[in-house]
């Protein structure tokens, strides 16, 4: 465990951020406090983005010694939050609360149902311009009634190649057809898509929830959201 968490933390502290706690096999870490950086959206979807490259390297070590693969998944999301020493007159520690901090767990419970290795939400997406990202849906998360828009992030503008934007483009379609209960066109565009090499799983997501689809009278006020039942 040590030898996972450690490399994936020095790639946090890299990107100014703040390790909160571990939990088990996972990291709780924010950006912007103690001391406020105005970058800390691009900081965090960068750390994000770079703690997949580092384990990726690891992998061999990995596999060789343990005989095991690990797959992280990471859900980031922006908005304000109480921050500082919080707890009981007996124990607190330095950590963030709020609804905002909750919707980034459970965009982190969500990125194996999509094959993302990162999920964001919208306000992070808006406050990291450099970047480019992917819409994947609207959802609407456990214990939450209003539907959220999530992104993955795919790298910096001036490393992501034309082919790729091509690509988020063409899913973009895609979603918009899917969204207008155009189902034979989202269908038939999906399948295109589908022969590529890129975000397979994310295509056969939307190829299988549309047969369901068809079937319910979604009405013309539809919002295009699916709906999660579990964290």
């Given at each position: 465990?040590?030898?996972?968490?450690?490399p994936l933390?020095?790639?946090?502290?890299?990107?100014h951020g703040?390790?909160?706690k571990?939990?088990?096999?996972?990291?709780?870490?924010f950006?912007g406090?103690?001391?406020?950086?105005?970058e800390?959206a691009?900081?965090?979807?960068?750390?994000g983005?770079e703690?997949?490259?580092?384990?990726?390297?690891l992998?061999p070590?990995?596999?060789e010694?343990y005989?095991?693969e690990?797959?992280?998944?990471?859900?980031?999301?922006?908005?304000?939050?109480?921050?500082?020493?919080?707890?009981s007159?007996?124990?607190?520690?330095?950590?963030?609360?709020?609804?905002?901090?909750?919707?980034?767990s459970?965009?982190?419970?969500i990125?194996?149902e999509?094959?993302?290795d990162i999920?964001?939400g919208?306000?992070t997406?808006?406050a990291?311009?450099e970047?480019?990202?992917?819409?994947l849906?609207?959802?609407?998360?456990?214990?939450?009634?209003n539907?959220?828009t999530?992104y993955?992030?795919?790298?910096?503008?001036?490393?992501?190649s034309a082919?790729?934007?091509?690509l988020l483009?063409?899913f973009?379609?895609?979603?918009?057809t899917?969204r207008?209960?155009e189902?034979d066109?989202?269908e038939s565009?999906l399948k295109?898509?589908?022969e590529?090499?890129?975000?397979?799983?994310?295509?056969d997501?939307f190829?299988?929830?549309?047969?369901?689809l068809?079937?319910?009278?979604?009405?013309?006020?539809?919002d295009?959201?699916f709906?999660?039942?579990?964290?």
């Open positions: 465990m040590n030898g996972f968490l450690t933390t020095e790639v946090i502290f890299k990107h703040t390790v909160d571990y939990m088990g096999d996972c990291i709780m870490a950006w406090a103690p001391l406020a950086n105005p800390h691009h900081a965090g979807v960068v750390a983005l703690m997949h490259r580092v384990l990726n390297e992998q070590k990995f596999k010694k005989k095991l690990i797959k992280i998944g990471v859900g980031l999301n922006t908005g304000r939050m109480s921050v500082g020493n919080m707890g007159q007996i124990r607190r520690a330095y950590t963030v609360m709020g609804d905002a901090v909750n919707l980034a459970r965009l982190e419970g990125t194996k999509y094959g993302a999920i964001v919208e306000e997406m808006k990291a311009p970047l480019v990202f992917r819409e849906d609207r959802v609407r998360v456990k214990g939450k009634e539907a959220v999530i993955q992030p795919i790298g910096l503008r001036s490393e992501v082919d790729t934007i091509k483009e063409a973009q379609e895609a979603l918009a899917y207008r209960q189902w066109k989202a565009l295109v898509l589908k590529t090499s890129y975000g397979n799983k994310l295509y997501l190829l299988s929830r549309i047969p369901v068809r079937e319910k009278d979604l009405g013309p006020n539809w295009g959201a709906t999660f039942e579990t964290k």
